[in-house]
């Protein structure tokens, strides 16, 4: 009697039936929705805003809301394009990328924002518009995401300084299949 209860144990448990915490592969669930605060210190009032991080597996969805609840601007991310609709000032702007050297990859990207597993602490993004550097990763529901980020933008973006944002996540779903 005793065998089997223990061969059913070591069963479950081998199988993953009996588990603790959330199974997550190296291809986690898509879409995952992050739910953080963000700030920065470059700017002069200090930057504090909530941010709502929808993960599909072709594009990326970022609402930024005021820490009242203010709905300030959607930024879609997709290999083509960067979509951006303001909605404090009701404006769209959107950045083609015409070239396959220039899209995003975002499967790369993707991987530089979520490890599930930690391999490294500081990974870096590489595009033509700016090297997105992030660092800090911790442990948050089994996947790995980086406390700060900092964006380093090309000699192509003028207007532009290096821009440091720092995370604290809040919850993190992911789909259900």
Do not use: W
Request: aromatic share 10%; hydrophobic share 40%.
């Amino acid at each position: 009697m005793m065998r089997k209860f223990m061969l059913v144990a070591l069963l479950c448990s081998s199988c993953a039936i009996i588990s603790l915490k959330k199974q997550i592969t190296s291809n986690f669930f898509l879409p995952a929705i992050v739910y953080a605060n963000i700030t920065s210190p470059d700017y002069l009032n200090q930057l504090n805003l909530k941010t709502k991080i929808e993960i599909y597996s072709d594009s990326i969805k970022i609402g930024l809301m005021h820490s009242t609840g203010i709905n300030l601007a959607t930024i879609y991310i997709m290999e083509n394009q960067l979509l951006v609709n303001q909605k404090f000032n009701n404006t769209n702007d959107t950045i083609q990328f015409n070239e396959r050297r220039e899209s995003i990859n975002l499967k790369a990207l993707r991987e530089t924002i979520m490890q599930t597993t930690l391999k490294s602490d500081t990974l870096t993004y590489t595009h033509h518009l700016g090297d997105l550097v992030c660092t800090k990763y911790m442990n948050k529901e089994n996947i790995y995401l980086p406390a700060q980020m900092t964006f380093f933008p090309s000699e192509k973006i003028q207007h532009m300084s290096t821009q440091h944002i720092y995370l604290d996540y809040k919850k993190i779903n992911f789909s259900k299949k």
